[in-house]
């Protein structure tokens, strides 16, 4: 009996444990399962290093790019940097310019007021006449001394050592009103202008029984420079100025004397133009006076304001 129940119990044992092929299967499943995650790790670890890569690629191309930036900005300021050095030298030298510019104007205006105080000085010793008629092979300087030693009692040797020298000058004025050609005299002394002026004033001089007009005394004249910015002036002047020195190229007059008597002859031009201006401006001014006084006589003819609208 004994024997029974352990061939009975071995086999019940021997049936509960599953058979040596089954295991195997089994393993080769893991195995095979673990293998594929294996792989889908390795890929994804292979897809990270792949988008890494990527990325790398593009941050390495950014910065490409920001270097090429930045080396264009710091050429870009090499050449700014160049250009206001130019710029700043450039400025140097116009300043240098301007500073010479300023030197050799004040030079030229102390040199202005010394020609022109020459001028005027050299103004103090002329005299103009006219009415003296020209006459073919008449002796000019024989006539003026004559009419000037009698007029001031002397030889006519002291007057003429009292001269040093007579000519003709072609004038607007002269022709304007059909008179000869105007006698200038520049004599060695002021004195003597001075006598002939002061001998003037109490008797008429004449030649061939015409009054000769010996140019008055003249306060000292100053030419008004806002005349110059006028267009009109400056185009009435250039002509009146061309008419001169066309009639006046003469041969025997010196540059000198023509140019001493242009001076003379524009400061005419100019007193006479600024003349006929002031004229005009004082016209101007009277029409506007009659007119307000006009306007303020018809409104006081209307009477009050209040009244005419209680009137009414």
């Not at 293998?35 to 988008?51: L, T, V, Y």
């Not at 710091?74 to 700043?88: I, S």
């Not at 005299?185 to 004449?206: D, G, H, N, P, Y």
Request: charged share 35%; glycine share 6%; aromatic share 8%.
């Amino acid at each position: 009996m004994s024997k029974k129940l352990i061939s009975s119990g071995a086999s019940m044992s021997t049936s509960a444990s599953p058979p040596s092929g089954q295991r195997s299967i089994q393993t080769m499943l893991k195995q095979d399962k673990e293998k594929e995650q294996e792989r889908a790790s390795f890929q994804m670890i292979m897809q990270g290093i792949q988008d890494l890569k990527v990325k790398i690629d593009t941050i390495e191309q950014r910065t490409g790019r920001t270097e090429e930036k930045v080396e264009s900005i710091q050429q870009m300021m090499t050449k700014y940097e160049e250009r206001l050095q130019k710029v700043e030298e450039g400025g140097k030298r116009r300043e240098e310019k301007i500073g010479n510019i300023g030197n050799r104007l004040t030079v030229m205006e102390q040199e202005k007021s010394g020609m022109l105080k020459w001028e005027l000085d050299r103004s103090e010793f002329y005299l103009r006449f006219q009415n003296i008629e020209e006459e073919k092979g008449q002796d000019l300087a024989a006539i003026m001394v004559g009419i000037l030693a009698d007029a001031l009692e002397i030889t006519e040797e002291k007057m003429m050592d009292g001269i040093d020298e007579i000519y003709r000058v072609f004038t607007r004025y002269a022709m304007r009103n059909n008179l000869p050609r105007e006698v200038h005299i520049r004599f060695t002394k002021k004195s003597m202008k001075t006598q002939i002026l002061q001998v003037a004033r109490e008797k008429i001089l004449k030649y061939k029984g015409k009054e000769i007009l010996g140019q008055k005394k003249r306060s000292r004249w100053t030419l008004n420079n806002t005349i110059l910015k006028e267009k009109e002036f400056t185009q009435w002047m250039e002509k009146e100025l061309a008419f001169f020195f066309k009639e006046n190229r003469k041969e025997d007059t010196s540059i000198q004397n023509v140019w001493d008597t242009m001076k003379a002859y524009a400061r005419g031009l100019i007193i006479d133009y600024t003349r006929k201006k002031n004229i005009r401006k004082r016209q101007a001014f009277k029409a506007l006076e009659d007119e307000y006084k006009r306007l303020e006589k018809e409104l006081q003819s209307q009477g009050p304001l209040s009244s005419s609208v209680g009137m009414a």
